[in-house]
């Protein structure tokens, strides 16, 4: 293990997939006061209870890790100024000093330790996978926290990203429940209020240690539409749009609206069907495969993205480490796929039911039309996304998308493809299980040399799609829209941060 501060600074990314938030109602902004229209609204404001990109967009306006990324995805120091490694197993972070929580407490070891621990060990954390090579985490004075892993792991900070750090002592005071209807973090802007399906509004903080922000105040609102998201943007009730649908961003850049800028941006999603390989007839590898070959991803690409996306044949897109450039492409061979199914047993074809979120419908219905000259005969189960996602832990099969959060394709494999147990497997809906591949999932952090680790990323990689547990379809790229009195170059992550938007002259 490097025994110097930030290893894999130069490879690493983040994710993910979210959207945000309007609707018709929302009055003009007022001058110090930015309004961010998203798909959706978060799932909770409560740290670590939820593993999800918009939502931890949305926190990371209130809450901060001991590092974060920048918009290019490189490492930079947040509540910890500097780290080090004095041996293979151990990390020492020194805290920012003069750092103080919404309600003023000043932050302390004590609050590092428990927010690290708590994410590990809380029964209800989606992060627990994250946490699961930390062996101790201990203060020594008041700002210095000794992490011990139980292996090396040359990604740790990368995933204790989203490990927000909460106050100790409020949080134990007035217990989760209260706690995520007034959240109080470091972050630059601090809760407000929140219109229940409609709204969020945040406040800057005055004591942020980073220096104050563009604007006094933040609402984010979701939209619902591309026709409502263009409408927003047109009628100036919004600032800034994010993740707008290709139709709405294809709009406004043919009739556009002066001072209106519409930005494409590379994304880390990648959008695929999974399934749950226990039960037929997703157990038969036959069956799998000719759903991979009964897709035309450049048709999806041009027609429902309007080429605002790209074909997927793995994972993760090019921007993560553990890419293979060179995997081939699954073709479109309707015919090909009819001759699985009856190798599977289906000569007359089979009926399959798609659960997917409402938002997705579009895709869902392009699939079926796809699917259908290869026998495959897809029945869709759209669901409004908060009720999508526990009903996607059951499914047999489903469309969903997938980012990886550390720009290292490990988390990917950890939370998908691993099987479940108490630490791994936390996003394996489908309970896909290979006993090989989990030990060659778990053997990932003995890899600190960047040649060594990219080999062994991409022989996972290899092995995972030949065994086709899921079908990726297209990676999509994020699309955006802002005013002329605002400057915002989009992050790679695709996290919306109010205190990186400044205003125009």
Same mark, same amino acid.
Request: with cysteine; glycine share 6%.
């Given at each position: 293990m490097p025994r110097t501060v930030v290893p894999f600074i130069a490879w690493v990314g983040l994710?993910? #997939?979210?959207?945000?938030?309007?609707?018709?109602?929302? *009055?003009?902004?007022?001058?110090?006061? @930015? @309004?961010?229209?998203?798909p959706g609204l978060p799932l909770t404001l409560m740290p670590h209870a939820r593993s999800e990109s918009l939502t931890s967009s949305y926190l990371s306006n209130m809450f901060e890790g001991l590092a974060g990324f920048d918009r290019d995805?490189?490492?930079? *120091?947040? #509540?910890?100024?500097?780290?080090?490694?004095?041996?293979? #197993?151990t990390w020492l972070f020194r805290l920012r000093r003069g750092v103080t929580f919404h309600d003023g407490t000043p932050l302390t070891a004590d609050d590092v330790v428990f927010s690290i621990l708590r994410a590990r060990n809380d029964p209800a954390s989606a992060l627990r996978s994250n946490c699961a090579d930390i062996a101790t985490v201990t203060r020594e004075g008041d700002d210095v926290v000794r992490v011990t892993t139980t292996r090396p792991l040359p990604v740790l900070l990368q995933k204790l990203r989203v490990v927000f750090i909460l106050p100790r002592r409020r949080f134990e005071r007035e217990g989760a429940d209260a706690f995520a209807r007034r959240p109080v973090g470091t972050g630059p802007y601090r809760f407000v209020a929140e219109t229940a399906g409609?709204?969020?509004? %945040?406040?800057?903080?005055?004591?942020?240690? !980073?220096g104050p922000s563009g604007f006094t105040a933040v609402r984010f609102v979701r939209f619902q539409s591309g026709e409502e998201a263009e409408s927003l943007l047109r009628s100036g009730r919004v600032d800034l749009a994010a993740n707008i649908p290709p139709p709405a961003a294809t709009a406004l850049a043919t009739r556009p609206l002066p001072g209106l800028e519409v930005i494409r941006n590379r994304s880390l999603m990648v959008l695929l069907l999974g399934m749950d390989t226990r039960v037929p007839p997703f157990d038969d590898i036959r069956?799998?495969?000719?759903l991979a070959l009964a897709v035309d991803r450049p048709?999806?690409?041009?027609? #429902?993205?309007? !080429?605002?996306?790209? *074909?997927?044949?793995?994972?993760?897109?090019?921007?993560?480490?553990?890419?293979? *450039?060179? %995997?081939?492409?699954?073709?479109?061979?309707?015919?090909?796929?009819?001759?699985l199914l009856v190798e599977a047993g289906h000569p007359d074809g089979i009926d399959v039911t798609l659960l997917l979120p409402v938002s997705r419908r579009s895709l869902a219905e392009a699939l079926q039309r796809q699917m259908a000259p290869a026998g495959i005969r897809l029945r869709l189960d759209a669901r409004e996304r908060e009720a999508f996602w526990p009903l996607a832990d059951t499914a047999p099969?489903?469309?969903?998308? @997938?980012a990886s959060t550390t720009g290292d394709a490990s988390d990917v494999f950890e939370d998908m493809i691993h099987s479940t147990t108490e630490l791994y497997g936390r996003d394996n809906h489908?309970?896909?299980?290979?006993?090989?591949?989990?030990? %060659?999932?778990?053997?990932?952090? !003995?890899?600190?040399?960047r040649t060594q680790r990219l080999d062994a990323l991409q022989q996972v990689m290899a092995r995972v799609m030949a065994e086709v547990p899921r079908v990726p379809l297209i990676t999509e790229d994020l699309l955006y829209a802002r005013s002329a009195h605002i400057d915002y170059p989009p992050r790679v992550d695709n996290y919306v941060l109010a205190h990186e938007i400044g205003r125009r002259p």
């Open positions: 994710l993910t #997939l979210a959207a945000l938030v309007s609707n018709c109602a929302t *009055p003009p902004p007022e001058p110090s006061e @930015v @309004v961010i229209a998203l995805m490189k490492l930079v *120091p947040l #509540l910890a100024v500097s780290w080090e490694n004095p041996d293979a #197993l409609q709204e969020i509004r %945040l406040a800057a903080y005055d004591g942020y240690w !980073g069956l799998r495969r000719a048709a999806l690409v041009t027609e #429902l993205r309007h !080429g605002y996306a790209s *074909p997927a044949n793995q994972l993760v897109p090019p921007a993560v480490f553990g890419f293979i *450039p060179d %995997l081939p492409e699954f073709p479109y061979e309707p015919a090909g796929a009819r001759r099969f489903f469309l969903m998308g @997938v489908g309970r896909f299980a290979v006993a090989e591949l989990d030990r %060659l999932i778990e053997s990932l952090n !003995g890899y600190w040399a």
